[in-house]
T-cell receptor, first 109, second 112 residues
Framework: SQTIHQWPATLVQPVGSPLSLECTVE??????LYWYRQAAGRGLQLLFY??????ISSEVPQNLSASRPQDRQFILSSKKLLLSDSGFYLC????????FGSGTRLTVV | SQQGEEDPQALSIQEGENATMNCSYK?????LQWYRQNSGRGLVHLIL?????REKHSGRLRVTLDTSKKSSSLLITASRAADTASYFC????????????FGKGTLLTVNP
């Protein structure tokens, strides 16, 4: 069966520090992968999606970047975090319905 | 930009009652999906309804889709306290790259 792993669950980082969130998928090959952000009390906003290794599409201009070094690995990064980067980040892969990871709550202080 | 808009933003009911949440969207869609999110957790896919379908059922869930009105509804019958969560609709529109556009969600509270 297909599973998706996302870590860490929570993260507190100082402003200006780097960020690396990792997401891995098991049980499927060549999945479409997605990073979403959810601000408090809001819906999800699509940040990046990837249809294959090294292929990244950005949906909104921002302080973040994404990479897909392996078929089943999707990484969300930042060189210098801003306060506005705080939020709940979710990784997902798609089939007939998206399957989401458990999320990372990032607090930038 | 957000395509779906859920209504109401918050809903509080008693156990055993039915809960109805609505979603409106703006552009043509391929399908519409409903998700549930427990507080601080990831999303769980509930049901997908395609643009050529009008109604789907899954257990206590009933989803309707009216493409002429660009709206959908999610009905949860005989609600339970465990149904307390935020519910989101999401749409997929056009193209071969599969992207979901989410609404802001409805917070459902089922009181025991």
């Amino acid at each position: 069966s297909q599973t998706i792993h996302q870590w860490p669950a929570t993260l507190v980082q100082p402003v200006g520090s780097p960020l690396s969130l990792e997401c891995t998928v098991e049980g499927t090959s060549n999945p479409n992968l997605y990073w979403y952000r959810q601000a408090a009390g809001r819906g999800l906003q699509l940040l990046f999606y990837s249809v294959g290794i090294g292929q990244i599409s950005s949906e909104v201009p921002q302080n973040l970047s994404a990479s897909r070094p392996q078929d089943r690995q999707f990484i969300l990064s930042s060189k210098k975090l801003l306060l506005s980067d705080s939020g709940f980040y979710l990784c997902a892969w798609s089939s007939t319905g998206d399957t989401f990871g458990s999320g990372t709550r990032l607090t930038v202080v | 930009s957000q395509q779906g808009e859920e209504d109401p933003q918050a809903l509080s009911i008693q156990e055993g009652e039915n809960a109805t949440m609505n979603c409106s969207y703006k552009t043509s869609i391929n399908n519409l999906q409903w998700y549930r999110q427990n507080s601080g957790r990831g999303l769980v896919h509930l049901i997908l309804i395609r643009s050529n379908e009008r109604e789907k059922h899954s257990g206590r869930l009933r989803v309707t889709l009216d493409t002429s009105k660009k709206s959908s509804s999610l009905l949860i019958t005989a609600s339970r306290a465990a149904d307390t969560a935020s519910y989101f609709c999401a749409t997929v529109s056009g193209g071969s790259n599969y992207k979901l556009t989410f609404g802001k969600g409805t917070l459902l509270t089922v009181n025991p």
